[in-house]
C-alpha cells in the first residue's frame, strides 16, 4: 500500500489501483453465488486470518516491531465473543466492539512488559505472550472449558436478526465487517498516529530528540493493533460457532506472521497472503493432505521471493 | 542571561574517562564551538546534554532547570535539539512527511491541528529550499540534500539550543558555505553549540570556542585567544610536517587498473557513463568532486558492490574482474576503506585476524608486526571492542583491515572524514608509507588540502564524468575549484 505507490513515474495515468480495488471487492461479494459451501466456509476463514494479519501487519510493516503474540488478543476476543454468545447476547457488532475493546486492553495491559524490548527480543517476548495466554485459555476451564474449547450459538448480523448459519451467510456478514476494520485501518495509517509509528519504524531516536514520547506512541500502536486482533476473534465466533486454544496457538501465530511477510509491508498484501495461506494449507491441502508441505514451500517462496521482487522493482 | 550552565560533568566507561570535570556556561545567543582531537569527549558531552548518554559525575542546568531526571524526549520537548554524525533522517519516509513528524504540538505551542501542521511544514520546506524534493524519500537524496533535510527536521521543531555533532562531516566546498550561512541566519536567540573538525568553519561561526583534550577542558575563550594559545597548538593544531608526494620517486609503472565503459547506478538512472580510467601501479590517486557526482559509485563499481551494466569492464593488471562479485575482486587484490568504515562488532584483534585470513596468496608483505608498527595506536587497542575507540583509531583500524589483505590496489573513501587535524596529517604520512611500499593507492576525498598534498594525480569527477584529469604538479588549481565549488 505505501510502498508500491510512492514511486513516482511508474504508476500509469489510469486509476489501477483503485479498478482492482473494486473489481476484487465486487468479486469478493458475488462470491456466495460463484462457489460451493466449502470453498466459502475457506473464504470466510480467509477473512478472519486476514484481520489477524492486518493486526500483524500494523506492527510488523508499520511500526518496525516484529510481533508474533497477535494470536493472544484475537483470542482474547474470540473468547470475549463466545462468552457473550452464550450469555445470550447474539448481535454480532455488539461481539465486535466488546471483543475489540477486550482486545486493546489486553495489548495495554502486555504492552508495558513487550515495548520494554526491539528486535529479536521483542519478537520472543509476544512469542512469550502468545504462549502464556494460550496455556492460560488451556488451564482456566471454569471459563474456557479447557482444551475441549467453547460451542456458541450463531451469531446474529444486529440484534434480533436472522442467525448466521448459512455458510454464503456468514461470510457475507464476515465481508462487511472486514471491509469496514480495512477502512478504519486505512484511516489510522492516513492519521497523524500513522505517521507517528512509521516515523519510529524509521529512527526511534530522531523521534525522541524531536520531544516525541516514543513509548507511549508505541502503545497506542500496540493497543490499535490488539484492538483489530480482538475484532478478528469475534469474527472467527461468526464463522466456526466454536473457539479453542487452539486458535490462538502457535501455528496460528506462525503462519500470521507469514501472511504479514507475503504482504511485504502493505496491508491489502497481508489480507492477500492471509488468503494465500488459507489456499495452501485447507484448500490444496485439503484434497491432498499436504496442506503442511504447500505452507512449507509457501514459507520458502517468501524467504527466497521477497528480494527477487525487490530486484525486480529496482 | 546562562542558558546552558553545565558543571564538574564527567562520565566513565568502564576503567576509560571519556569526560572528566568539565565545567561550561553557554549564554542566551551564543555560538559555541568545541574542538578537539578525536576521542577527547566532544560527543560525549553532547549526547550528555541531550540525555542519550547518563553523566558519571556533575550537573546540567537548563534554563534554570536541572535536566538530570529529564530522558532525551523531554530535554527535546523544553527547547534541546541536535543532529548526528550521520544525519538522522527517517529514511523510507517522503521529506514532507520527515518535517511533519518535527512539527508536535511542543513545536506548535498548539494542538497539532492538520492545517496548522501543513503551513508549517510548507514554511520550513520554502525556506530551506527543499519544497522541489517535498515528495522524494529522505533515504533518495543526495547526502548533502540529507544533511540540509536534518537540519530543516530539527530546526522545525522549534528548539532554543541547537546541539550540532560535526554538521559540516562529508560536506563538499559549497554545501559547506551554505551551511556556514545557515547557522549564520539563525535567530539571535538560538543557541548553538557546534562540534566540528573543519576550523575554518568554527572559527568564522563561533564567537567562544572550547577545547577539549583526553575528556578534559583546555580552554574556553574567543577564537583568537584559543588558537594563539601554546597548548591548544601542541593537542590539537599542531600539524607535523609531511612528506610531500613530489618526494617520492616518480613512477612510470605499467598500467594496473584499466576500467572502459564503466556504467553504474541505482533505481535504473546512471550515476556514472561511459566511464574510462586508467591507473599506472604505485599512483597514488585522488577522485574529487561534489557531492553527488558519483564519486563513490565510482569506488563501489570498482570493488563490486555496486552492480554495473554492459559495456563496463574493469581490468586489474590484465585479468579482468567480475561484476558484482566484491570476494572474487578482494581475492584478486582490490580492498577497500569505506565511508563510515564499517568496522565489525569485533575487537581490534579479532578485525585483524579476519583481514589476514583473506589475505591475498604470494608474497605478503603487510604483515600484523608491520602495521602495527605503521598504526602504532591500534597496538595498545588489541583486545578492545572496535565501538570503543576513538573516531582516528576507528579509521586506523578499517585501514589497517583493508591493508592486512595486501591489496594491489587500495581504495579509500572519505577517509578523512570525521578526523582531527592532527590525525588527518598522521594519516597523509601512513598513505604515503603504504605507496612507497608499492600499493597502489585510489581515495575520494572532500579535503583538498589533504589530497593535493598526499596525491600525485587527481581526477575530478562532475555529473558522472570525469571533467579533469591531471598530474598534481601541473593542475589548473581555478578549474578544479570551479569544478569542485570551493
Request: glycine letters at 10%; hydrophobic letters at 50%; a positive charge.
Amino acid at each position: 500500500m505505501t510502498t508500491t505507490l510512492s514511486r513516482p513515474g511508474v504508476l500509469p495515468a489510469v486509476p489501477v489501483r483503485p479498478l482492482v480495488f473494486a473489481g476484487t471487492v465486487t468479486v469478493c461479494v458475488a462470491l456466495p453465488w460463484i462457489v460451493g459451501a466449502y470453498q466459502i466456509s475457506l473464504a470466510a476463514s480467509a477473512l478472519v486470518l486476514g484481520t489477524l494479519a492486518m493486526s500483524t501487519q500494523l506492527l510488523v510493516g508499520v511500526t518496525g516491531l516484529p510481533a508474533f503474540g497477535q494470536a493472544a488478543y484475537f483470542g482474547v476476543g474470540a473468547y470475549t465473543a463466545a462468552l457473550l454468545a452464550n450469555a445470550g447476547v447474539t448481535a454480532g457488532p455488539v461481539h465486535l466492539v466488546a471483543a475489540a475493546s477486550t482486545g486493546a486492553a489486553a495489548a495495554l495491559a502486555t504492552a508495558p512488559i513487550v515495548l520494554r524490548t526491539r528486535a529479536t527480543t521483542f519478537m520472543m517476548v509476544t512469542f512469550a505472550v502468545q504462549s502464556l495466554t494460550a496455556t492460560l485459555a488451556s488451564k482456566w476451564k471454569p471459563v474456557t472449558n479447557g482444551d475441549d474449547g467453547l460451542h456458541t450459538p450463531a451469531v446474529r448480523p444486529w440484534p434480533g436478526g436472522p442467525a448466521l448459519t448459512v455458510n454464503g451467510f456468514t461470510y457475507l456478514y464476515v465481508l462487511a465487517a472486514v471491509l469496514l476494520l480495512g477502512l478504519l485501518m486505512a484511516v489510522l495509517l492516513r492519521s497523524r498516529l500513522g505517521l507517528v509509528l512509521r516515523g519510529n519504524a524509521d529512527h526511534e531516536q530522531r523521534m525522541a530528540a524531536l520531544g516525541h514520547r516514543v513509548t507511549g506512541e508505541l502503545t497506542l500502536g500496540y493497543v490499535a493493533a490488539g484492538a483489530f486482533a480482538g475484532a478478528g476473534g469475534a469474527l472467527l465466533i461468526a464463522v466456526n460457532r466454536y473457539v479453542s486454544p487452539a486458535d490462538m496457538g502457535f501455528e496460528v501465530a506462525a503462519v500470521t506472521l507469514l501472511a504479514a511477510a507475503i504482504g511485504a509491508g502493505s496491508m491489502t498484501g497481508a489480507v492477500v497472503g492471509a488468503a494465500l495461506v488459507v489456499f495452501a494449507r485447507d484448500y490444496l491441502g485439503g484434497s491432498t493432505e499436504h496442506g503442511p508441505a504447500f505452507l512449507g514451500i509457501l514459507f520458502l517462496l517468501v524467504a527466497y521471493g521477497r528480494p527477487l521482487v525487490k530486484r525486480l522493482r529496482s | 542571561m546562562t542558558l546552558l550552565q553545565v558543571d564538574n560533568l564527567g562520565r566513565r566507561y568502564g576503567g576509560l574517562h571519556a569526560l572528566q570535570g568539565v565545567t561550561l556556561a553557554v549564554p542566551v545567543g551564543a555560538r559555541h564551538g568545541i574542538i578537539g582531537p578525536n576521542g577527547a569527549g566532544k560527543s560525549t558531552l553532547l549526547n550528555l546534554i541531550a540525555g542519550t548518554v547518563r553523566p558519571s559525575t556533575g550537573t546540567i542546568v537548563f534554563d534554570g532547570k536541572d535536566l538530570a531526571r529529564l530522558g532525551p524526549a523531554a530535554r527535546a520537548r523544553r527547547g534541546i535539539g541536535r543532529t548526528w554524525q550521520h544525519p538522522a533522517v527517517f529514511r523510507r519516509l517522503t521529506v514532507t512527511a520527515n518535517v511533519t513528524l518535527a512539527v508536535t504540538r511542543h513545536a506548535l505551542r498548539a494542538p497539532a491541528r492538520r492545517p496548522a501542521v501543513a503551513a508549517r511544514v510548507q514554511e520550513v520546506l520554502e525556506r530551506t529550499g527543499l519544497t522541489e524534493h517535498a515528495a522524494v524519500p529522505a533515504g533518495q537524496l543526495p547526502y548533502g540534500l540529507q544533511r540540509l533535510l536534518e537540519f530543516a527536521v530539527m530546526l522545525a521543531a522549534g528548539p532554543r539550543l541547537l546541539l550540532l555533532d560535526e554538521p559540516s562531516a562529508g560536506l563538499d566546498p559549497e554545501e559547506t558555505a551554505r551551511l556556514r550561512a545557515a547557522v549564520g541566519a539563525l535567530p539571535e536567540d538560538v543557541t548553538t553549540l557546534l562540534i566540528d573538525h573543519n576550523l575554518d568553519l568554527v572559527w568564522s561561526v563561533c564567537d567562544t570556542v572550547t577545547v577539549l583534550a583526553q575528556g578534559r577542558h583546555l580552554i574556553t575563550g574567543a577564537p583568537d585567544a584559543v588558537r594563539a594559545d601554546e597548548s591548544v597548538r601542541a593537542a590539537y593544531l599542531n600539524v607535523p610536517a609531511v612528506p610531500s608526494a613530489a618526494a617520492r620517486p616518480v613512477r612510470t609503472g605499467r598500467p594496473l587498473l584499466r576500467v572502459t565503459g564503466l556504467r553504474a547506478g541505482y533505481h535504473g538512472a546512471d550515476v556514472l557513463s561511459e566511464l574510462e580510467l586508467e591507473i599506472a601501479e604505485g599512483d597514488l590517486v585522488a577522485v574529487l568532486g561534489r557531492n553527488g557526482a558519483g564519486k563513490t559509485t565510482l569506488l563501489n563499481a570498482l570493488t563490486g558492490l555496486v552492480p554495473t551494466k554492459p559495456p563496463t569492464r574493469i581490468e586489474l593488471d590484465g585479468t579482468v574482474l567480475p561484476p558484482g562479485r566484491p570476494h572474487r575482486v578482494a581475492r584478486a587484490g582490490v580492498a577497500i576503506v569505506p565511508q563510515g568504515r564499517r568496522l565489525f562488532a569485533l575487537t581490534v584483534a579479532e578485525h585483524l585476524e579476519i583481514a589476514e585470513a583473506t589475505a591475498r596468496r604470494g608474497d605478503v608483505y603487510w604483515t600484523r608486526a608491520k602495521v602495527l608498527e605503521l598504526l602504532p595506536a591500534l597496538a595498545g587497542r588489541l583486545s578492545h571492542h572496535a565501538t570503543r575507540l576513538s573516531g582516528g583509531e576507528q579509521q586506523m583500524l578499517a585501514l589497517a583491515r583493508a591493508l592486512l589483505t595486501n591489496p594491489r590496489l587500495l581504495i579509500l573513501d572519505e577517509p578523512s572524514e570525521g578526523l582531527a587535524p592532527a590525525v588527518v596529517a598522521h594519516l597523509a604520512t601512513t598513505l604515503g608509507v603504504i605507496a612507497s611500499s608499492g600499493v597502489t593507492v585510489l581515495m575520494a576525498e572532500q579535503n583538498l588540502d589533504l589530497a593535493l598534498r598526499v596525491t600525485d594525480r587527481v581526477l575530478v569527477l562532475a555529473e558522472g564524468r570525469i571533467a579533469l584529469r591531471s598530474p598534481v604538479a601541473s593542475l589548473d588549481r581555478d578549474r578544479l575549484h570551479e569544478l569542485v565549488g570551493a
